[in-house]
């Protein structure tokens, strides 16, 4: 595709629910991120992907967060029992290389996550 | 840790003026990298300009130039000409040369470019 994109744009869940948000990353794309950005805040890091391999997970915030990408294109980032603290929108960006400062990290609109 | 701190929450200029957006970080690092992302209503983070650290020489993209002060840990971003399609979020941004770094994020100037 074009970019990277996102589903859903925005999500409500009532509190204890279950919540799945895609990421189709740019065709070709090794690295994948996920990003957690509270209203008022910038993004901060979740969670790291080089292909199929999650390299890094030190930025979940707790055990209900669990990403995948198990085919090394499409990530889920799911999120189980929401809270009221999980309301924040979620950018998922991709870069061509493994991450180097100097590779352009493209992000997706995000998925704005509403917990009731 | 690194830290990025954006002090102007919020900014409003009048269309082909220019604005200065102020960024400052901390780090015991020496070399390192600096970014200026600009998100707009849509949403999407994009890339607008970014710094190695161990270069004198400031970083410039068209409208936008920076003002990288190394010794007072300073990154200013300069938008000359500032058109309406300025109007967004912008984000400060650092990242450390360590394989694990990941990009730090200042919490954003609001700009208004008014017509």
């Known amino acids: 595709g074009a970019g990277v994109s996102q589903s859903p744009r925005y999500k409500v869940a009532k509190r204890g629910q279950d919540v799945a948000l895609r990421c189709d990353p740019i065709?070709?794309?090794?690295?994948l991120f996920w990003y957690q950005q509270a209203l008022g805040q910038g993004p901060e890091f979740l969670t790291y992907?080089?292909?199929?391999?999650?390299?890094?997970k030190s930025g979940l915030p707790s055990d209900r967060f669990f990403a995948e990408r198990p085919e090394g294109s499409v990530s889920t980032l799911k999120i189980q029992r929401t809270q009221q603290e999980d309301s924040a929108v979620y950018l998922c960006?991709?870069?061509?290389?493994?991450?180097?400062?100097?590779?352009?990290?493209?992000f997706g609109p995000g998925t704005r996550l509403t917990v009731l | 840790a690194q830290t990025v701190t954006q002090s102007q929450p919020e900014m409003s200029v009048q269309e082909a003026e220019t604005v200065t957006l102020s960024c400052t970080y901390d780090t015991s690092e020496n070399n390192y990298y600096l970014f200026w992302y600009k998100q707009p209503p849509s949403r999407q983070m994009i890339l607008v300009i970014r710094q190695e650290a161990y270069k004198q020489q400031n970083a410039t993209e068209n409208r936008f130039s920076v003002n990288f002060q190394k010794a007072a840990k300073s990154f200013s971003l300069k938008i000359s000409d500032s058109q309406l399609g300025d109007t967004a979020m912008y984000f400060c941004a650092f990242m450390g040369m360590n394989r694990d770094d990941k990009i730090i994020f200042g919490k954003g100037t609001r700009l208004h470019i008014l017509p």
């Open positions: 992907f080089q292909n199929e391999a999650q390299l890094d």
């Open positions: 960006a991709s870069s061509l290389v493994p991450p180097t400062p100097w590779d352009t990290q493209y």
């Open positions: 065709s070709g794309h090794v690295s």
